[in-house]
């Protein structure tokens, strides 16, 4: 493991903030400076700021009820992020699958590395679930344009549509999680996306958690 990803895991920072603090010379490997990129042994004593750093034994993950206008990163730039709403002994953990600033629901939070990669690789294929709501009525001709499949920048993208409301309510059913991609699908047929929420992610499911709260999961 480097030491980066080392201090980001025992410590909650980024790993961006890890190197920085590694270049400043905060950090120590078995009393010596610690240089960035170097690689860290399990017999190896790590110190930040003089504190012995340990990585957690015990895998934690979280689901919270994101709520719009949080920034899913420690480093919000301005902006409120996710760790703003939970304790300080839960900073280490890392969001799966990141919801946008005008996105809400459900977010996992994780230290489960293996976990993480089951949620997010394509191979494993987990469905997600998100209400959306438009700006203007879905068209028939769009609507089997999108489950037919939308070209994008970064390919084509395809995702099933179940009407709620009305025709500018609609239930997605999809298996990928590209950057943006609902929004994007929607905007190249010309619609806006006023709002956005997930539900479910794999296995993991909203229910009635309220917003901005969140619970332990095993």
């Given at each position: 493991m480097?030491?980066?990803?080392?201090?980001a895991t025992a410590?909650g920072i980024?790993?961006?903030a890890?190197d920085?603090?590694?270049?400043a010379?905060?950090?120590?490997?078995?009393?010596?400076?610690?240089t960035v990129?170097?690689?860290v042994?399990d017999s190896?004593?790590?110190?930040f700021?003089?504190?012995?750093?340990?990585?957690p034994?015990q895998t934690?993950?979280?689901i919270?009820?994101k709520?719009?206008?949080y920034?899913?990163?420690?480093?919000?730039?301005?902006?409120?992020t996710?760790?703003?709403?939970i304790?300080?002994?839960f900073?280490r953990?890392?969001?799966v699958g990141?919801?946008?600033?005008?996105?809400?629901?459900?977010l996992l939070?994780?230290d489960d590395g293996q976990?993480a990669?089951r949620?997010?690789?394509?191979?494993?294929?987990?469905?997600?679930i998100?209400t959306v709501t438009?700006?203007?009525?879905l068209k028939?001709?769009d609507?089997r344009?999108?489950?037919?499949?939308v070209?994008?920048?970064?390919?084509?993208?395809?995702?099933k549509?179940?009407k709620?409301?009305d025709?500018?309510s609609?239930?997605?059913?999809?298996?990928?999680?590209r950057?943006r991609?609902?929004?994007?699908?929607?905007?190249?047929?010309?619609y806006?996306?006023?709002a956005?929420?997930?539900l479910s992610?794999g296995?993991y499911?909203?229910?009635?958690?309220a917003?901005g709260s969140f619970?332990?999961?095993?």
């Amino acid at each position: 493991m480097r030491i980066n990803q080392y201090i980001a895991t025992a410590s909650g920072i980024s790993r961006r903030a890890a190197d920085r603090a590694i270049i400043a010379g905060r950090v120590y490997i078995n009393d010596r400076v610690a240089t960035v990129g170097q690689l860290v042994e399990d017999s190896h004593v790590i110190k930040f700021d003089g504190e012995e750093l340990t990585l957690p034994h015990q895998t934690t993950t979280l689901i919270m009820n994101k709520p719009v206008g949080y920034v899913c990163s420690r480093e919000g730039q301005g902006s409120r992020t996710i760790y703003d709403l939970i304790p300080v002994e839960f900073y280490r953990l890392k969001s799966v699958g990141r919801l946008d600033k005008d996105s809400s629901g459900l977010l996992l939070l994780t230290d489960d590395g293996q976990l993480a990669n089951r949620l997010t690789h394509p191979g494993f294929a987990k469905q997600k679930i998100y209400t959306v709501t438009l700006n203007h009525p879905l068209k028939g001709d769009d609507h089997r344009k999108i489950e037919h499949g939308v070209t994008l920048e970064d390919g084509d993208s395809a995702f099933k549509l179940k009407k709620l409301n009305d025709d500018t309510s609609w239930e997605i059913t999809m298996h990928e999680g590209r950057n943006r991609q609902i929004r994007r699908t929607f905007a190249k047929l010309g619609y806006d996306t006023l709002a956005l929420k997930r539900l479910s992610f794999g296995d993991y499911f909203l229910n009635d958690l309220a917003v901005g709260s969140f619970k332990i999961v095993d």
